[in-house]
């Protein structure tokens, strides 16, 4: 049975109860953000005669999946989950992976029906879990609609590593009133003030990795992890086509989490000594010199990393764009600061009309102290 949330359908009925169940189990799902990947963020509820025994989320990867520790939390209080309604927010899997398949163990337990937000972009599941289920006797109900669109904008990253091979590229902008992402001498740091920066790092926390231009590490020295929120550091990547940056770079840090993509057949003596200060040096196919984007973007997915957030410089993320590899835009704007130098995002898309130009949906903007932020979905990327 396919239910569409929006229609309401059943006035006052059945499926706003599912979707009030379903946004619990989402927020749940939300507690792994930035925990789960490869894996991605699940939330459970478990309902029996109108009442919730039994709640639960996937919180790492390894770690149990959603179903069970749900299943386990009802136990725990006492519940037999026999003829109960289990609301997941992803189509429980079906294939032993680090843990057995949820789905044998829904039938294991004679839940009576499975409510699902989403099926399971993994070709390892896709609707095996449902058939699973369904094939038991269980009744399945998958809801669309804009829970399901939630449910999918969650776990975009691993949505796109699934269906398009590569990580869900956001791109971070800090510019001036006018436009310039940095001075002529290349200097980008503290464009913006505290509560943008505050801003910016509860995004590295939210992704697996954040990538910037070797150009940024020469001319700021960033560090590029998690300091003014509490979270979890993210991967570091640094597109470095002939391997300039220096083995000193406090990018590198000292927790193995500092990737140097790089063009085929780079200095051996130099990734040498970037080895031997603690990064990992990736040689990535490469056209006329230059890391090729996608082949970036691919290995990347193959480390594991579902969600990517790009923050320059100027070229890197007019790179992104240029090549339609960008698919989330966040641009903060020092709403008191005028550059007049330097460089902004030059795409060189040749638009002849300004309705042609590159659009944010859905966007929305915010004050953050004297600086500016808008976001939105990038009109260039693939749909979920
Ligand atoms: C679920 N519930 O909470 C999660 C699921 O290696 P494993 O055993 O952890 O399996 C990982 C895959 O299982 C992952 O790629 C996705 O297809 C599914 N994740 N499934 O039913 C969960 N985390
Ligand atoms: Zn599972």
Partial sequence: MRIKYSQQNFPGGITIIHTEYMSRALSLARNGLGRTSPNPMVGCVIVKDGQIIGTGWHHKCGNPHAEIEAINDAHSRGHDVRGSTVYVTLEPCSHYGKTPPCANRLVAEWVGHVVTAMRDPNPKVNGRGISILREAGITVTELEGEITESAKFLNKGFVFVHKYGRPFVSLKAAMSLDGRMNLANGSSKWITGLEARTEAHRMRAENDAVLVGVGTVLADDPELTVRLV????????????????????????????????????????????????????????????????????????????????????????????????????????????IFGEGRGLDVGAGFRDVKAAFTLTGARTLILGGDIMTEGRLSCSPGL
Avoid at 236 to 243: E, G
Avoid at 309 to 324: D, I, N, Q, T
């Fill in 230 to 337: 509490d979270g979890v550091n993210p991967m570091r990547v640094i597109l470095d086509s002939r391997l300039r940056t220096p083995p000193s770079a406090k990018v590198i840090g000292t927790d193995g989490k500092c990737i140097i993509l790089t063009a085929e057949n780079s200095d051996r003596q130099q990734k040498k000594a970037l080895e031997d200060s603690g990064a990992k040096v990736e040689e990535v196919p490469s056209s006329g010199g230059h890391v090729d984007l996608f082949q970036a973007l691919r290995t990347l997915a193959g480390l594991g990393v579902l969600t990517l957030m790009a923050e320059g410089g100027p070229e890197v993320l007019s790179a992104f764009l240029r090549e339609g590899l960008a698919d989330y835009m966040r641009i903060f704007t020092a709403s008191a600061k």
